[in-house]
T-cell receptor, first 113, second 115 residues
């Protein structure tokens, strides 16, 4: 059974702090790993990672994948209160002609002023 | 505006009642999905559809049914057989289920509560 584990489950920081969110996985026929940000409603797409060691960056957010050790991290620098959300990690695996997305439980980040 | 819409935002269900959640997309995506999200849990796949008039069970399909009569619409019915329906339901779509690397886009969700 495919498994995605995120840690920590929740995190409280102060504005300006840097945070690192972790995602480890065990899947068969891995294809890509995705990070989403969920603020009360629809998850919004952040990054998709398919290759090891190549950092994806968007403003204060960055992410990298290690396919040998089967994990990814999402970094947020100079955090702001608007970064408060649930961060979801999902792994795409392929079975025959179909693909499947398995989600972790999410990491709840609270950024205090 | 292109996107995915879900309605209603909140839905109340009485014992023994079937209720239907709406999901519409105008992104011209082939694939559509229904997920259930419970507190402290990740998203779990209920049903998915790759093309019109075809759909497949996900990991937790029992007590749910779907239809895909039109490309843009994928309604989910929560039947009376679903004993614990209280949850946040998310609909998503993607260009194709089989294209490697394609991303799913989510609707705003429907929160279902049992009276």
């Amino acid at each position: 059974e495919d498994k995605v584990v995120q840690s920590p489950l929740s995190l409280v920081v102060h504005e300006g702090d840097t945070v690192t969110l972790n995602c480890s996985y065990e899947v068969t026929n891995f294809r890509s790993l995705l990070w989403y940000k969920q603020e009360k409603k629809a998850p919004t797409f952040l990054f998709m990672l398919t290759s090891s060691g190549i950092e994806k960056k968007s403003g204060r957010l960055s992410s990298i994948l290690d396919k040998k050790e089967l994990f990814s991290i999402l970094n947020i620098t100079a955090t702001q209160t608007g970064d408060s959300a649930v961060y979801l990690c999902a792994v795409k695996a392929v079975t025959g002609a179909n693909s499947k997305l398995t989600f972790g439980k999410g990491i709840t980040l609270s950024v205090r002023p | 505006d292109g996107g995915i819409t879900q309605s209603p935002k909140y839905l109340f269900r009485k014992e023994g009642q079937n209720v239907t959640l709406s999901c519409e997309q105008n992104l011209n995506h082939d694939a559509m999905y229904w997920y259930r999200q419970d507190p402290g849990q990740g998203l779990r796949l209920i049903y998915y559809s790759q093309i019109v008039n075809d759909f497949q069970k996900g990991d937790i399909a029992e007590g749910y049914s779907v239809s895909r009569e039109k490309k843009e619409s994928f309604p989910l019915t929560v039947t009376s057989a679903q004993k614990n329906p209280t949850a946040f339901y998310l609909c998503a779509s993607s260009i194709s289920r089989t294209v490697i690397g394609e991303t799913q886009y989510f609707g705003p969700g429907t929160r279902l509560l049992v009276l």
